[in-house]
């Protein structure tokens, strides 16, 4: 029987350890009923209650496979819009606090992808020539673009066999919202820089020239992590000078220059499996958010692995921080008392043409 909800401003001040406590006790009593999903990037004392953990693409998978009649994501907003919609039509997604957003997927809107799309069908025919490709930081109606417009997701683990299977299709990417992945990832592939624009958004034709856009193979659109753009190659350079043993290893959302001054280079679950496999008594210097780095740098502990954070300044993903034990308790209580909050709900139509985007993506990977 459905009782009134609780108010979230009931647990705005209360101690994290008693929220604590309150999730648990939740947890038990919702049983199999409810799932908690939380990003790599989650923070700890929220991360600490998850049930599956992983990065974009392991959560994609995993959100798709779970038979829970709630999925509760803690990350931030597109991937519980990822949930809702590799999930049944029974199941509901939710997300503990709708600010918890991407900053990156704000730089990349449908209004301007369309416009983008408009603008190059003056200079040649991008139906026949270009393939959408959309990092699965987005949201559900870029997907739904991709979907419409014979493209594609990708993910940081599967950006560069996104890009095989584009390049066999047709022989352009217009790829948002991060450059930096679409760049290192086309670098991989052997194409060279000039031949990789970027697409600046608030200017004409991109800012680019006709020349430009028919040389170009990749069109980048001016979008980025606000994180990973705080990593530089001096942080690498001092590191190396300190520890010429040491071993660096980035996200492919860090600029080019900081990949290519790195010894391996990719996503938060390879990082995770790289460092997981190396040798004791290693060290390592990592280009990804604090939350991981933290959590990596406590578990290899014992395996006398040196896990440092790459950057001196403090980078951490603040929008998905704002998923707090308040937040996760309150969404668990009400959904306990028998009150959905929060629910992420996809529009049906849009859903339909995003999931034909995920599924082509999912179907590679």
């Not at 820089?193 to 600046?200: F, G, H, K, S």
Request: charge should be negative; glycine fraction near 4%; aromatic fraction near 8%.
């Amino acid at each position: 029987m459905h009782q009134e909800a609780f108010e979230f401003e009931q647990y705005d001040q209360l101690q994290d350890e008693i929220c604590a406590q309150r999730i648990i006790s939740a947890k038990k009593a919702l049983g199999k009923r409810a799932v908690i999903l939380a990003h790599h990037y989650q923070r700890a004392d929220v991360y600490r209650h998850a049930d599956l953990t992983g990065d974009s693409l392991k959560l994609s998978h995993l959100a798709a496979q779970t038979d829970a009649d709630y999925l509760v994501f803690c990350g931030v907003h597109f991937m519980a819009e990822v949930a809702d919609m590799l999930s049944s039509p029974a199941q509901i997604a939710i997300l503990p606090d709708m600010a918890a957003g991407c900053s990156m997927a704000d730089m990349a809107n449908l209004a301007n992808v369309e416009r983008a799309w408009r603008e190059l069908a003056e200079i040649l025919n991008p139906e026949e020539v270009i393939t959408p490709v959309t990092y699965i930081n987005s949201a559900a109606d870029l997907k739904a673009f991709c979907g419409e417009h014979e493209g594609i997701v990708c993910t940081s683990s599967n950006a560069g066999k996104v890009l095989e299977w584009s390049f066999k299709r047709r022989e352009k990417v217009l790829f948002f919202p991060d450059q930096h992945l679409g760049r290192w990832s086309g670098h991989q592939l052997g194409i060279p820089l000039d031949e990789m624009v970027v697409w600046n958004f608030d200017e004409p034709m991109g800012g680019l020239t006709p020349e430009q856009i028919k040389k170009a193979k990749i069109l980048l659109w001016k979008g980025h992590c606000s994180v990973h753009q705080m990593f530089q190659p001096q942080h690498i350079i001092r590191f190396r000078n300190q520890h010429p043993d040491g071993i660096v290893i980035s996200h492919p959302e860090c600029s080019i220059e900081v990949c290519k001054a790195s010894d391996y280079v990719g996503s938060t679950e390879y990082i995770i499996k790289t460092i997981a496999a190396a040798k004791s008594g290693t060290r390592w210097l990592v280009g990804t958010e604090l939350n991981l780095v933290s959590r990596i740098a406590e578990e290899f502990k014992s395996q006398d692995k040196i896990v440092q954070f790459m950057s001196p300044m403090v980078c951490m993903c603040s929008t998905m921080a704002r998923i707090d034990p308040q937040h996760l308790a309150w969404a668990l209580e009400n959904l306990v008392n028998g009150n959905v909050v929060n629910q992420i709900k996809v529009p049906e139509h849009e859903a339909k043409l995003a999931k034909v985007a995920l599924d082509r993506m999912l179907s590679i990977s």
